[in-house]
């Protein structure tokens, strides 16, 4: 495992190998070590000894800004303009919500984009070199949003990105360094003298290389990383491709050329300004502006005691008390950032929740709430996100269409949070009178086991999150993605040559002749096979190979196809064999498998863009698909999606089945393709309902819809918090379904005596006489007990109807009987003394009690009487 810190302090002793490019050379550029923290650094200006963190000094552009002024979305136009000049291609966004990765749940980097395939050189990159103005979501940094003036949850971050494979040389550090010095001088107008270079290091998935930051005035304004080696046995080697990784912060550069107090200030101008009207602290502008300054200390995941650092703040502000008067304000910006990053994720298809990365969206929803329900604000969180999305349209216009969505969404997130809220009160109190405190973990389990923040908690109980809580509470809830359970396939085939699949080639074979290459165990392997294995929710085929049946059909790693059959004996290695594939059971399979596709695309078009397929299961009788939505589906809208299903199946629409260059496919379909999932390979088998969806998928599918026949939704459920399963059957499976509901529906009307379609009325008929005579019996059994507990203190009574609602009505009395038994209804036995456990089993009945009460069921109630009858005597 490389050691950062060790990495570090090599790089720097072979600093003339991976720091000491050209370009500083050509432009007189010194190294430096900074005599505060020892960071080595390179500048022009021969009198600076600081290497620039803003530990050493604070911001210097506060008030005081550098260069051309420009806004956020401005200040992306110029660089984009630039980079194009110089050779680079501008490659539109990619999502939010890391669809075609299977280990991160959202976009962190600009490079994660291009991860792992084109980094890697198995894949060309969309374009190369290239420059993408990438959002991306981080959820470490919470608690400093909003005060330290610079962390976000959500930024752009600009990616300058080049590939050089093998002895390709497109571009590599010394024109990267160079590019972005050019474009800090020649656009921004940043005076070369206040440039400062840093010597760095990255490392990452046994990967690292150097890297170069670069700082003005105290402010990072970027990181040009060059990934360069990778780790071996020994040592390290070069990489067979070399990558340049520079993500540059939009941000920064905006606020540099602004110099705004905080940076949310110009990149949330229009929702801070709106925001701005509830709250603005009783400060003097000038502490105000040198709070800002010295902002770039405050880090509460770094700092070993953030507190310490806050008082020394308020110290060298001479203002006591300023954090208490600040907080409201930083918590009105962290309302700000909060709010465009569900609106970026919404947008992309990610909804809050309990699971996977839901957890970080709804941990930033119910800080919204929470904050502004504890200071009362009026806040319109439509016309918050309405202003995000106008501020940002000249960049992501598509924000625009999703901000009805995303209001709609909180909307349900906020009853949910209510909810929880008026459950928490009890639960908060009652673990500080327990424990007398509460520490990190009681803040992690409050708001994992029921939702309360540590802002709700600081209002029941006035007790101070501790430093560091959010970075915990989203520590602890990050979930693995759970990997599918698959059938331990005891047999080694490592060996074997991967199997041709003939089932892709034509899903209709259903015969074929192939050749044993080798039993394992139970398995055989053949050269080729027209049995689908188990894979993307879809059952495997059965059948026969010379006439021996076929139970399972698994694929290995390496693709080789392997069939559990009843009597491996029977086969030999380089035997000629015929496979049967069970026809009936593969096209159903095929009609359930194309019908997925087809419903979600219905249920984008009833319930919104949103709706992602997060799971599905493909038998032969039945299937089901998971869809990701913020609230229980309707029945009226289950009925649309069916509607529309079917008339996806009447247009007989051609579903065509190709191979595609992974990069080519992205850019043509986009990341929607990845509905089940991340998909591994260089390329992809493209399934397209022509006008209908595509998606990438390595199931086998009817070549028209209209071979599907029909399509019956028979249930909804909702399987986890935001994920809604429809279970739907198609083709005969699903005639015969409503074949078997007609005839239950008759026979129903048949017990009624009335026609068909007069059934609904005459059950509601039926049910309301039967509500009467349960509020006759009620009545009847207040009477009865009111008798018992005036005349029956002691006795025993068996009685014609016994329930536990008459039971409780004479527990509730004075007056108690020793034991009543009923000749019908359940529990059936009921008695009222010191040693109630102790006589139910004198009296041989089953059941149980506690303290004086005990109750239980006997199908011989008359004997039970009598027993009592006896013990009492």
């Avoid at 019908?595 to 979600?600: E, F, R």
């Avoid at 008459?806 to 034991?819: H, N, Q, T, Y």
């Amino acid at each position: 495992m490389v050691d950062k810190k060790s990495l570090k302090k090599k790089f720097q002793e072979e600093w003339e190998k991976h720091y000491k490019l050209p370009f500083f050379e050509e432009r007189g550029f010194l190294r430096k070590k900074c005599k505060e923290c020892g960071q080595y650094f390179w500048t022009l200006d021969p009198d600076r000894e600081l290497c620039g963190e803003p530990e050493h000094g604070g911001y210097k552009f506060i008030g005081n800004p550098v260069g051309e002024k420009r806004g956020y979305t401005e200040t992306w136009e110029a660089m984009a303009e630039f980079y194009a000049k110089n050779g680079h291609e501008i490659v539109d966004r990619y999502p939010v919500v890391a669809r075609w990765r299977d280990d991160i749940y959202f976009t962190i980097a600009s490079i994660a984009v291009f991860q792992p395939y084109a980094v890697a050189g198995e894949v060309d990159p969309p374009a190369n070199p290239l420059l993408i103005p990438q959002p991306c979501l981080r959820f470490k940094d919470i608690e400093n949003v909003g005060i330290s003036g610079r962390h976000m949850t959500s930024f752009v971050m600009v990616g300058q990105h080049a590939f050089n494979k093998g002895s390709s040389h497109v571009l590599w550090k010394n024109e990267a360094v160079e590019l972005m010095y050019r474009f800090m001088t020649d656009v921004v107008g940043i005076p070369e003298e206040e440039i400062v270079f840093h010597e760095d290091v990255w490392a990452g998935g046994g990967n690292f290389g150097p890297s170069v930051e670069y700082f003005v005035r105290g402010l990072e304004l970027g990181n040009v990383v060059f990934m360069q080696f990778r780790e071996t046995g020994t040592g390290y080697e070069q990489l067979s491709t070399r990558v340049i990784d520079h993500g540059i912060g939009l941000s920064r550069f905006a606020w540099l050329t602004n110099g705004t107090r905080t940076a949310y200030d110009v990149v949330f101008p229009s929702v801070t300004k709106y925001l701005q009207e509830f709250y603005v602290p009783d400060v003097p502008g000038d502490v105000l502006r040198r709070f800002a300054e010295m902002s770039g200390a405050l880090n509460f995941d770094e700092a070993e005691n953030i507190e310490e650092v806050m008082r020394r703040i308020e110290e060298e502000l001479n203002y006591p008390g300023f954090f208490e008067q600040y907080r409201p304000y930083a918590e009105l910006y962290a309302v700000a950032d909060h709010t465009r990053t569900l609106l970026f994720a919404i947008n992309d298809g990610a909804l809050p929740s309990n699971v996977g990365g839901g957890y970080n969206l709804r941990v930033l929803a119910r800080r919204v709430f929470s904050d502004i329900e504890r200071y009362g604000w009026e806040v319109d969180l439509a016309k918050v996100m309405e202003l995000h999305a106008r501020d940002l349209e000249p960049m992501f216009p598509e924000l625009g269409e999703s901000v009805a969505l995303a209001v709609d969404v909180l909307e349900e997130e906020r009853k949910k949070y209510a909810e929880s809220k008026r459950k928490a009160r009890s639960r908060v109190i009652a673990t500080v009178k327990k424990k007398g405190g509460l520490d990190v973990d009681d803040f992690i389990t409050f708001y994992q086991s029921y939702g309360i923040t540590p802002e709700d908690v600081r209002e029941i109980t006035g007790t101070e999150p501790p430093p560091g809580v959010y970075a915990a509470i989203e520590s602890a809830g990050e979930q693995k993605r759970k990997e599918r359970k698959k059938r331990v396939i005891k047999a080694d085939v490592s060996e074997y040559p991967k199997t041709l699949a003939l089932y892709y080639d034509d899903p209709y074979l259903f015969e074929f002749e192939a050749e044993v290459l080798g039993v394992e165990g139970n398995w055989v392997i053949l050269d080729k096979t027209a049995f689908y294995p188990e894979g993307g929710g879809q059952d495997p085929d059965t059948g026969e190979i010379n006439g021996v049946p076929v139970l399972d059909v698994q694929k290995a790693e390496n693709g080789v196809i392997l069939h559990l059959v009843e009597k491996a004996e029977a086969f030999r290695p380089g035997t000629k064999v015929i496979g049967r594939v069970n026809r009936e059971r593969r096209l159903r399979h095929m009609r359930h498998h194309t019908t997925a596709h087809l419903i979600l695309a219905a249920a984008k078009r009833v319930l919104g863009k949103h709706v992602w397929q997060a799971g599905a299961h493909k038998s032969e009788r039945s299937a089901h698909i998971d869809l990701t939505h913020y609230r229980r589906i309707s029945d009226d809208e289950l009925k649309r999606i069916e509607k529309i299903v079917n008339g996806f199946v009447m247009e007989n629409a051609e579903v065509k089945t190709y191979w595609m260059d992974r990069t080519e496919a992205e850019k043509r379909f986009g990341v929607t393709l990845y509905q089940g999932g991340a998909v591994p390979g260089k390329t992809l088998r493209i399934v397209e309902v022509v006008g209908i969806d595509v998606e990438a998928c390595g199931g086998t599918h009817v070549k028209t819809t209209g071979e599907i026949g029909f399509v019956k939704l028979v249930k909804r459920e909702s399987v986890a918090d935001g994920i809604e399963r429809i279970t739907y059957k198609s083709g005969d499976v699903a005639v015969e379904f409503v074949q078997e509901r007609e005839a239950k529906l008759k026979s129903a009307a048949d017990v009624l005596r009335v026609p068909v379609e007069d059934v609904p009325a005459a059950a509601e008929k039926m049910f309301n006489r039967w509500k009467s005579a349960e509020k006759r019996a009620e009545k009847l059994a207040s009477e009865l007990a009111k008798y018992i507990i005036k005349y029956g203190e002691g006795r025993v009574f068996l009685l014609p109807y016994l329930d536990q609602r008459i039971a409780e009505k004479i527990a509730d009395g004075k007056g108690k009987p020793l034991v009543l038994v009923g000749e019908s209804g359940r529990p059936n036995v009921f008695i009222y003394s010191e040693n109630a456990t102790e006589l139910l089993k004198k009296l041989g009945v089953k059941g149980g009690g506690k303290g004086d009460r005990a109750m239980g069921v006997t199908d011989d109630p008359r004997e039970v009487y009598r027993k009592a009858l006896e013990l009492k005597g």
